[in-house]
């Protein structure tokens, strides 16, 4: 049995209903290829295949170079539904998908670098820049460093990386990003979490490579959404693109869901009790609907805040403050919502779910350890709102 979402948007527009469809094709071959994505903390080459071939890497390539230049709200659709199958193959497609939104502010000649022979172009990107070098040279800077953490380091064929720029003579220097083609990297294998291991969320590191001057951009400029191009994704400032990040996670819960309900249909019993099946259970059945609520709760939040920012951008205006906060405040919430959720669904399940031989329990370690990533800390994200209520400007984070 499926479960209905009762949020689920009732029909989707092409290029997305063509894309969930591609998603729901290579589900098999993501199931099947999970557990030795799990064992060696990286997606299967098979893995990997499918996905290009499905042109799941071409979410967020602009459309004048082939791409499909999805909005928020339709890329959420399409990473839950990955995540049904896979949620480390959901969480790599999204990864890749924030980077070639970024990456598309670059101007048009890195972007012919990038997607000048096709749009089915990995990318993976960490903001960060803890002990990376840079130093000016004629046209452009050369970087050493390393850059931890970088989901979809295996497949990417760009990194979105962040940089220090140097500036002028005494001054410090600046926060910036640099678009690098992973042929000049190495990886570090040093992704080895409870959850969302096949992710390969290796340390990328660079040694004296060159970054010419098209290929970087201040991290400011990014943020304020300076020299965007015109097309609507590309408007959408990096705080509120964090929203993106809980597709993989709804799609996680769903297929918690989904597994729980299916034991509960075929007749387990409930042990030390006098209920022959768990569907007898009033304490079970009031654990599934409370856990369908919250996932639909976590769908409402997200596709109201996906579908704001979407209409913002396609309209040219620039949300307040309040509304960005928002925003962020939806994804810290909806993560919540998720994990009571999963939690709940696993209480009622019984320790067995808990077996290394059951899928149910690594989407559960994929979801606890997903959802404490830092763009979707609710705490966080309970301080943004609560400023931008009151008018409180004083910034908590850069990335709202």
């Avoid at 390393?146 to 220090?164: C, E, F, K, N, T």
């Avoid at 067995?352 to 800390?377: C, Y």
């Amino acid at each position: 049995m499926n479960p209905s979402i009762s949020a689920e948007r009732a029909t989707l527009a092409d290029p997305t209903r063509r894309l969930m469809a591609a998603a729901h094709e290579i589900a098999p071959v993501l199931c099947r290829t999970a557990e030795a994505a799990e064992r060696d903390s990286r997606l299967t080459p098979e893995a990997e295949r499918s996905l290009r071939e499905a042109g799941l890497f071409g979410l967020g390539v602009p459309k004048r170079f082939g791409g499909h230049e999805l909005l928020p709200a339709d890329s959420l659709e399409v990473f839950a539904e990955l995540a049904l199958a896979c949620p480390s193959s959901a969480w790599v497609v999204m990864v890749s998908y924030v980077a070639q939104q970024i990456a598309a502010s670059f101007g048009e000649k890195a972007c012919h670098e990038l997607w000048g022979d096709g749009p089915d172009v990995a990318m993976c990107g960490v903001f960060g820049s803890v002990g990376v070098n840079s130093k000016p040279v004629e046209g452009g800077v050369v970087v050493s460093g390393a850059w931890a953490w970088a989901s979809g380091s295996h497949q990417a064929d760009w990194a979105l990386l962040g940089v220090p720029l140097p500036g002028e003579p005494g001054s410090a220097p600046e926060r910036g990003l640099a678009l690098v083609p992973t042929s000049v990297l190495t990886v570090d294998r040093t992704w080895d979490m409870a959850g969302m291991r096949g992710t390969g969320s290796d340390t990328l590191v660079a040694d004296e490579v060159l970054v010419p001057g098209h290929r970087l951009r201040r991290f400011a400029d990014v943020v304020q959404g300076n020299g965007l191009p015109e097309e609507p994704l590309y408007r959408i400032p990096p705080g509120s693109m964090t929203l993106v990040s809980m597709g993989p996670l709804l799609g996680t819960a769903r297929a918690v869901l989904r597994l729980t309900l299916e034991a509960v249909e075929d007749g387990k019993p409930m042990a030390m009790s006098l209920h022959a099946r768990l569907a007898d259970s009033p304490s079970v059945q009031a654990a599934l609907a409370e856990a369908a609520t919250l996932v639909d709760s976590a769908q409402l939040h997200l596709m109201r805040s996906a579908e704001s920012i979407g209409a913002a951008a396609l309209s040219g205006t620039t949300p307040s403050l309040v509304e960005r906060a928002r925003v962020r405040m939806d994804a810290g919430h909806a993560s919540v919502c998720l994990r009571q959720a999963v939690q709940a669904l696993l209480t009622a399940s019984g320790a067995g779910s808990f077996s290394v031989a059951k899928t149910i329990q690594r989407h559960w370690r994929d979801l606890e350890t997903a959802s404490r990533h830092p763009t979707l800390n609710p705490g966080l994200a309970k301080e943004m709102y609560g400023r931008a209520l009151v008018g409180d400007e004083r910034p908590v984070s850069p990335m709202v």
